[in-house]
T-cell receptor, first 116, second 113 residues
């Protein structure tokens, strides 16, 4: 199993450009997540999905969009990039969520994005 | 008040030392508690998982949860240079806590050989 894979690893965008961050998992997990990690700020949830066709906003969704057409893929779209979106983006997946069941999240290696 | 508070460090210790990492939280609904380890320029990976209160041991690592004090700890015995990483506490679940996992900001640990 490759686990959670993300592309690209690095990207520099100009203000106002758009891009899609790709995320794929091969563990047949139903839950998938997008986080951003800023220095000293921990992981902030951008969007999450509980299954194909179902997505919802997290803590910091503004400026981003997601879709989930398959169990495996969960791309994150940045529209009109702004310097405030400079961050490291992590995709994660889990088998179940909350309650008594384990909520172990498996993370991808991250995408480092700089907006200039 | 932040839902989770974690001292960002950095914490620098000599090889072989016992390391204590801590987090406090405010939401009494949290039911499960985790520690993730993140090496530089890598994604976080789960290190320890605990449900409700108590201790859990795995090799050199011990996780403690004190729900009455809303305080969790991770102890590393006989620390090694390979333990140098950022350690993130995480918690979630339970009524009122929803399903989302809340992460601490992470503590940077350096273990000197």
């Amino acid at each position: 199993n490759a686990g959670v894979t993300q592309t690209p690893k690095f990207r520099i965008l100009k203000i106002g450009q758009s891009m899609t961050l790709q995320c794929t998992q091969d563990m047949n997990h139903n839950y998938m997540y997008w986080y951003r990690q800023d220095p000293g700020m921990g992981l902030k949830l951008i969007y999450y999905s509980v299954g194909a066709g179902i997505t919802d906003k997290g803590e910091v969704p503004n400026g981003y969009n997601v879709s989930r057409s398959t169990t495996e893929d969960f791309p994150l779209r940045l529209e009109l990039a702004a310097p405030s979106q400079t961050s490291v983006y992590f995709c994660a997946s889990s088998r179940t969520s909350g309650g008594i069941s384990t909520d172990t999240q498996y993370f991808g290696p991250g995408t480092r994005l700089t907006v200039l | 008040q932040k839902e989770v508070e974690q001292d960002p460090g950095p914490l620098s210790v000599p090889e072989g030392a016992i390391v204590s990492l801590n987090c406090t939280y405010s939401n009494s609904a949290f039911q499960y508690f985790m520690w993730y380890r993140q090496y530089s320029r890598k994604g976080p990976e789960l290190l320890m998982y605990t449900y409700s209160s108590g201790n859990k041991e795995d090799g050199r690592f011990t996780a403690q949860v004190d729900k009455s004090s809303k305080y969790i700890s991770l102890f590393i015995r006989d620390s090694q240079p390979s333990d140098s990483a950022t350690y993130l506490c995480a918690m979630g679940g339970g009524v009122g806590g929803g399903f989302k996992t809340i992460f601490g900001a992470g503590t940077r640990l350096f273990v000197k050989a």
